[in-house]
């Protein structure tokens, strides 16, 4: 059912009255723990937590395992293995497609994801195949649920697009080394996900061989997938499916030393089902300029690189088509940064190196023609353009109005704000973004350092704040163990809760023990946002106090479309707007 066309009950109201109660929001540091990776399962030396916040569910997942949740942070049943690795452990939500006494299959990099207009979960992972050492097949696992409220994992194997419990699972071989040509050019990882009203959009980092590095989208009709119509042929013989549609971007390839541009993301769309709007990817371009340096190849970065990925025709049978334009200037900082290189000596804090963006989000507004959000984590080193940089990792994210482009190709998408997280004698990294019905950024990332111990932070950019700061930071969780310097944490997660505009839900990982017994703790955790746009919305007359006027204001100004009223920022007037005024109201209450 259309998202728009429920709660209707609770948005029609009469003077004097507002039906709505508030989610309550906990300021505890976390509200779960999760062990997620043991000596038992060697292969998953990261986590790569992500999590997707549902009405009534919260779905986090790593490498190790997927967990639901009630609003209140209960669990909801067991957890479940993501993969079963081989080994005996069960449940698991992927199962391996083939057993080989030669062929090592790893099942990694999962990202979950809620749809807003039909009320799923998402789940994707890949499925890699390995022979010794050598890469052999790569496929692509997808799993939706039945609906918003999972309870079961469907274990038990079943056929592809057979719904045996609450969700739909689908094995596709994307790669194979003996089936040429392969949709990607090798092994597709580090994903990430969204959806429009009626199509899957996958962005993979896509690696050819040992050295290059593009991007590959993929576009999978939703609709089919949710209803279990996708036609899917099990096995390598899947290797090119008329359901799926790819995108190569073999233009944008990294190799080590020389580069391009490389790992786009692909931006979540709070208002997934206005399909106005094309699904918006960014990247780093990376101009090698300056001679190596004693820790690798040094690149002078100042270009962004925004994407469209249009489409044509109609509900399955799209035509998709891919656009990009430079972003430079303005308030675009440069930087310096190197490829990836051996880790800094133990203890202390860790060496990553990101010219990838790590999460991306976008939003509707009628006044920019869109507005998207994007972080990743850089390490400055010297270089022409700032001598004497401090010498460690720090978190940027940034705001582009997208201008209306390209739906208006002659608009030029300018860089609005760039904020950066700078602890004084730490490093910050592994950063995930995120922006609620009400225009907050939430943001969380991880901080080490020589002398601290790693610790789990979340953060908040008002609508009111000065351009590029937090004013709500909070340390959530520190390990008293020294990070090993070897490993590293790919990416956090992070959701703004569709039911409650001030909350946003966190999910990060921290190594708990040194090698050679490395295992994980995952953090679920909430950042209450109590500012002015959230809390104070509801006061539509500005006299401090909520009355029966306030709701009688704001749908008089929702009636006339004044831009006031377009409480989630869609630029759209519609019944969610009242359902993010109800949220406010209550809050303030």
């Known amino acids: ?28 540091s976390t509200l779960a723990v999760h062990l997620e990776e043991v000596a038992n399962y060697p292969n ?11 009405d009534s569910r919260v779905l986090t997942c790593t490498n190790s395992w997927l967990y639901l949740h009630d609003k209140a942070a209960n669990q909801i049943g067991t957890q479940c293995r993501l993969g079963d690795y081989n080994s005996p452990g069960t449940p698991y939500f992927f199962p391996e497609t083939t057993v080989s006494p030669t062929v090592t299959f790893l099942i990694g990099d999962p990202v979950v994801y809620y749809d807003y207009e039909d009320d799923r979960f998402w789940v994707v992972a890949i499925e890699w195949g390995l022979f010794q050492t050598q890469l052999v097949v790569s496929r692509v696992q997808i799993g939706v649920s039945t609906d918003a409220t999972p309870s079961n994992w469907d274990a038990i194997n079943g056929p592809n697009g057979v719904s045996t419990g609450d969700w739909y699972k689908y094995d596709f071989t994307a790669w194979d080394l003996n089936i040429q040509p392969s949709p990607l050019h090798g092994l597709g990882h580090n994903q990430n996900i969204t959806v429009d009203d009626d199509t899957l959009y996958i962005a993979f980092m896509d690696d050819e061989g040992t050295t290059d590095r593009s991007t590959t989208l993929c576009m999978i009709d939703k609709d089919k997938l949710q ?21 190569q971007l073999k233009d944008n ?50 270009t962004l690189i925004l994407g469209a990925i249009t489409k ?35 203890p202390g804090p860790m060496i990553l190196i990101a010219s990838k963006f790590n999460h991306a989000t976008y939003r509707p507004d009628a006044s920019v023609g869109g507005r998207l959000w994007a972080t990743h984590h850089v390490r400055p080193v010297a270089g022409p353009s700032d001598p004497s940089p401090l010498d460690k990792n720090i978190v940027r994210w940034y705001e582009i109005h997208t201008n209306g482009w390209p739906m208006t190709p002659s608009a030029t998408p300018t860089l609005a704000q760039v904020g950066e997280i700078w602890p004084q004698d730490d490093e910050a990294f592994d950063p995930s973004i995120a922006v609620s019905s009400n225009g907050t950024v939430g943001l969380v990332w991880t901080q080490s350092g020589a002398s601290t111990y790693p610790q789990f932070w979340m953060g908040a950019h008002l609508p009111t704040d000065s351009a590029g700061v937090l004013s709500i930071t909070q340390m959530k969780q520190q390990n008293p163990y020294v990070r090993p310097t070897t490993q590293k944490a790919d990416y956090s997660g992070i959701d703004p809760d569709p039911t409650n505009a001030c909350v946003f839900w966190g999910h990060s990982p921290l190594a ?20 002015a746009d ?18 009688a204001i704001f ?9 006031r009223a377009d409480c989630n920022r869609d630029g759209v007037f519609d019944a969610l707007d009242y359902l993010c005024y109800d949220q406010a109201y209550a809050n303030q209450q």
């Open 44 to 54: 998953y030396p990261i986590s790569d937590t992500e999590i997707a916040v549902g």
């Open 534 to 551: 959230c809390d104070g919305y509801a006061d539509t007359d500005s006299d401090s106090y909520l009355t029966s006027i306030d709701p």
């Open 253 to 302: 390839v990294q190799s080590w030393g020389t580069e391009s541009t490389y790992g786009h993301v692909v931006a979540v769309e709070y208002d997934a089902w206005n399909n106005s709007h094309p699904i918006y990817t960014i990247a780093t371009e990376k101009k090698p300029n300056y001679a190596p340096g004693p820790i690798g190849i040094q690149h002078y970065q100042d």
């Open 555 to 563: 749908a008089s100004m929702h009636s006339s479309h004044d831009p």
């Open 512 to 531: 708990t023990l040194v090698s050679p017994d490395i295992f994980w703790q995952s953090y679920l955790a909430q950042l209450c946002v109590n500012g």
């Open 227 to 247: 209803t279990g119509t996708v036609s899917v042929v099990t096995g390598t013989t899947n290797i090119v499916s008329s359901e799926l549609s790819f995108l």
């Open 1 to 28: 059912m259309n998202r728009n066309l429920r709660n209707i009950s609770s948005l029609v109201f009469a003077i004097g009255t507002f039906p709505a109660s508030a989610q309550l929001c906990s300021p505890a």
């Open 312 to 346: 044509s025709g109609t509900p399955g049978s799209y035509t998709f088509s891919y656009v990009s334009t430079p972003i430079t200037g303005g308030n675009l900082p440069d930087w310096w940064d190197t490829d990836a290189i051996a880790a800094s000596p133990v």
